[in-house]
C-alpha cells in the first residue's frame, strides 16, 4: 500500500499515538484533553498525504527538503503554523513542538513498515514523506517563533506602560520629602530614592525603545531647530554632577546649528559617556568633540580602554555587553541597551555610528546629518 493511502486508512491509530506522546509532554500538556493534545494532527497528516499524491518537479522537491516549500500570498495559515500557535499558547516550548514531529515521523513509518514489506516505489515515498514532514516542521517553527516573538513585544509594551505611572509617583514624593527639609536621614532617603527612580525611568526608556524596534516602529524623533553645542553643554554638566570623581572634557567646533531631536541627541550623548565611565580607564578624561561639518553634525566620544576587534562589531547588538573586561557591578547594572539605542537614534536621523580603537583609546563617532530626520510613527495614544 502506498503511504499515501496508508496514512488516510489509519488515521486514527496513527493520531492515537500522537496524542499519547503529546501527553507527555509536561507541563505544558497538563490538563489537557483529547481533542486538545491531537490539535491539528489529523489536518497536517492529511495535508502530507495530499502532498505525497500529487507530482513535483525536481527543483521543487529540493526547496522542500530545505522545509522552503512555496506558500501562495495570501492562503490561510496551513494546519502546521495553526497548530504552533495554539502549541505555543498552550506553554509548550519549541524543543516540545519539533519533538511532536519526531514522534509522528517515527510513528508512521513504523506502522506502515510493520503493515506490508517495502517495495521498489515505496523509497520514493519514504523521501516525499520526510520532506513533507520537513516542511511542516519549518513552517510550525517559523510561525512558533512570531508568536513567541509577538506576545513577548506585547508584555514588554504593557510593562513599560504600567510601570511609568507609579514610577512618577515615587519620584514625585521623593522630591516632596526632599523639599521638606526634615532632617539629614531623611533628605539622604530622599536623595536615593530619587537616584533609584531616575535609574529605573531609565531602564524603563530603554525597555519601551528596544521594545518600538522589535515591534518595526523605529525610535520616535521630532525634529526641530536645534543647537547640538548648547544640548550637548547642558546634558555633560549633568553627568559632571552625576559623575563628580570623573573628568569629562568638551570641544565644540564648527556650525552646530540644525533639525534634530535635541532630547534624543542628549540620550545619544548621555548613554555614550556612560558606557565610557563604566568601561574606560578611571583615572583618564573622557573627551567629547562635537564638529559641525557641512551637511552633517559628527559626534565624538573618546575613553581610554581598550576593545578587541572580534568585539567591535558586536558592540550595538541588544542586550550584550561585551567580554571580561566588561564584568564590574557597575556595568551589570543596566540592560546592555544602551549602544543599541544610541545606533537607533542614530538611524532615526539618517544617520549612523561607528566605533574604533587604537592605541589603547576606544572612539564612538556618530553621523548626523541636518534635515533627514524622519519621525517614526506612533503607537496609538494611552
Not at 496514512?7 to 499515538?17: P, R, S
Not at 512558533?144 to 510601570?163: A, I, S
Request: net charge negative; with cysteine; hydrophobic share 40%.
Amino acid at each position: 500500500m502506498r503511504l499515501a493511502d496508508f496514512i488516510l486508512n489509519n488515521l486514527e491509530a496513527i493520531l492515537a499515538e500522537w496524542e499519547t506522546f503529546a501527553a507527555t509532554l509536561l507541563p505544558a500538556a497538563e490538563g489537557l484533553n483529547s481533542l486538545a493534545l491531537r490539535d491539528h494532527a489529523q489536518q497536517i497528516l492529511q495535508a502530507v498525504a495530499k502532498d505525497l499524491s500529487t507530482s513535483q518537479t525536481p527543483a521543487a522537491q529540493s526547496e522542500k527538503s530545505k522545509g522552503r516549500a512555496p506558500i501562495m500570498k495570501g492562503a490561510p495559515e496551513t494546519a502546521a503554523q495553526t497548530h504552533a500557535v495554539l502549541r505555543a499558547r498552550s506553554a509548550f516550548d519549541i524543543n516540545q513542538l519539533v519533538a511532536e514531529y519526531r514522534a509522528l515521523r517515527a510513528s508512521v513509518l513504523r506502522l506502515w513498515i510493520d503493515s506490508s514489506p517495502l517495495e521498489k516505489a515505496d523509497i520514493e515515498d519514504t523521501i516525499r514523506f520526510n520532506e513533507a514532514i520537513d516542511q511542516a516542521v519549518a513552517e510550525s517553527v517559523g510561525h512558533f517563533h512570531r508568536t513567541v516573538e509577538q506576545y513577548r513585544n506585547l508584555l514588554l509594551g504593557m510593562l513599560g506602560h504600567d510601570m511609568r505611572n507609579p514610577l512618577s509617583v515615587i519620584v514625585m514624593t521623593a522630591k516632596c520629602l526632599a523639599a521638606l527639609h526634615a532632617g539629614d536621614a531623611v533628605s539622604e532617603a530622599a536623595d536615593l530614592l530619587m537616584r533609584s527612580g531616575k535609574s529605573m525611568q531609565a531602564l524603563l526608556e530603554d525597555l519601551t525603545d528596544f521594545n518600538r524596534t522589535n515591534l518595526g516602529l523605529g525610535l520616535k524623533v521630532v525634529p526641530s531647530e536645534v543647537d547640538l553645542a548648547k544640548a550637548a553643554d547642558e546634558e555633560l554638566e549633568q553627568l559632571r554632577a552625576a559623575h563628580p570623581r570623573r573628568q569629562i572634557e568638551f570641544v565644540s567646533t564648527g556650525n552646530t546649528h540644525g533639525r534634530w531631536d535635541g532630547p534624543r541627541v542628549q540620550q545619544i550623548l548621555r548613554n555614550l559617556v556612560s558606557n565610557a565611565i563604566q568601561y574606560g580607564s578611571p583615572d583618564m578624561p573622557v573627551r567629547v568633540t562635537l564638529r559641525g561639518e557641512g551637511p552633517e553634525a559628527c559626534l565624538e566620544v573618546t575613553n581610554a580602554g581598550h576593545i578587541e576587534p572580534s568585539e567591535v562589531a558586536r558592540l550595538f547588538d541588544p542586550l550584550r555587553r561585551g567580554g571580561a573586561e566588561r564584568s564590574s557591578r557597575e556595568a551589570r547594572e543596566g540592560l546592555g541597551l544602551g549602544l543599541f539605542i544610541v545606533r537607533e537614534i542614530a538611524k532615526a536621523h539618517g544617520g549612523d555610528i561607528e566605533a574604533h580603537c587604537e592605541e589603547e583609546q576606544t572612539t564612538f563617532v556618530v553621523h548626523l546629518p541636518r534635515e533627514n530626520a524622519t519621525v517614526a510613527p506612533s503607537p496609538n495614544a494611552d
